[in-house]
């Protein structure tokens, strides 16, 4: 005879049955992030100071823009990219806007960036950025052995404050033959191997192999002038070349740089020479005297102005909304609309 408890063991067990519930579409959840969604507090000036005594004030709307400039430098790169800055006179301020505006994407990118000193004369920009501890330069690095490895490669740069790395110029007093186009070639060929950003400081003029080299290869081109009337004659005159010698394409991505050398206001109506190149549409960027600039060394961004600061942010957003979306074959060129002569 089976106990009560043994009968009931053999029974089959009782399913339970449960009630399929639907869940909301995630869409139904957007109000609920919304509701607790953190926001950023402003962190300078009258409401930075009010933030630190408890209030909870929003981004000013220079921090606003601040913003909005940086998420336009920090644009994703889908392939390799470089720009080549040039000018047709020296001692324009090309060396030290490739400095700064190397600095300032290195600053503000999380890929790899690096500036090439391809001046086949003297080229100083390892004197703005900063030199290589054993005297380095782009041709030890285009004839180097090793150069499959990042470590290797980077090896033969230097490292500025901003991490921007620099190829600097063999030129030396020892010096007895000029960087050639094949030396550039070759170092430039590693460098795109190891970094998505080349910032290329040409020679002056742009009828040297060297830069026409640089030229062939670069997506996007920084003109260099003085506020003056020479300067801009120049300009007009090299974005001509430029045109008339098949890179229509650099001209279509081109972005005339205007830089201030003194500190008393230029002679010339600035505003008239911002007018002068808006007809062609080609955006232009003012870049002001700055006393840290002036001194001629090393350039530390937290040195600049506060004003000098937003002015290479500003050209560097500009490059960067120029950008490819995706991958292209060769450069994609632009009717300009109209003639420079």
């Given at each position: 005879m ?58 000013s ?68 950025t ?78 040297d ?35 008339a ?19 008393v ?77």
């Amino acid at each position: 005879m089976l106990h009560a408890d043994q009968e009931q063991t053999r029974q089959p067990a009782r399913r339970t049955e449960f009630a399929a519930v639907a869940l909301p579409s995630p869409e139904l959840f957007a109000d609920i992030t919304v509701a607790n969604k953190a926001t950023l507090r402003s962190r300078s000036g009258m409401r930075g100071a009010l933030n630190k005594l408890g209030f909870r004030l929003g981004l000013s709307p220079s921090e606003q823009r601040a913003e909005e400039r940086h998420d336009r430098i920090r644009r994703q790169l889908v392939t390799q990219y470089q720009i080549a800055v040039v000018s047709v006179k020296g001692g324009v301020g090309r060396t030290t806007t490739v400095a700064a505006l190397g600095s300032t994407f290195a600053d503000l990118r999380p890929d790899r960036v690096v500036a090439v000193d391809a001046s086949p004369h003297f080229g100083d920009l390892a004197t703005r950025t900063r030199r290589h501890p054993y005297g380095l330069s782009l041709r030890d690095l285009a004839y180097a052995r090793e150069r499959e490895s990042f470590s290797a490669v980077q090896s033969y740069l230097s490292i500025n404050s901003a991490d921007l790395a620099v190829a600097a110029s063999p030129w030396t007093a020892e010096s007895t033959t000029a960087l050639t186009e094949r030396d550039f070639a070759a170092a430039a060929d590693i460098l795109r191997r190891h970094y998505s950003l080349l910032l290329v400081d040409c020679g002056t003029g742009v009828l040297d192999s060297v830069t026409r080299e640089v030229l062939n290869c670069s997506n996007a081109a920084v003109i260099v002038t003085p506020a003056t009337v020479g300067g801009v004659t120049g300009a007009v005159a090299t974005l001509n070349w430029l045109g008339a010698h098949g890179f229509d394409h650099l001209v279509a991505r081109s972005v005339v740089t205007i830089v201030q050398h003194q500190p008393v206001k230029s002679n010339v109506d600035v505003g008239a020479i911002e007018d002068l190149f808006a007809t062609a549409q080609r955006p232009t960027c003012v870049l002001p005297f700055d006393t840290h600039l002036a001194e001629g060394g090393a350039i530390d961004l937290r040195l600049l102005g506060k004003t000098t600061r937003i002015a290479f942010e500003n050209l560097a957003a500009t490059l960067a909304d120029e950008f490819p979306d995706f991958i292209v074959a060769g450069g994609a060129a632009h009717d300009m609309g109209g003639s420079w002569r």
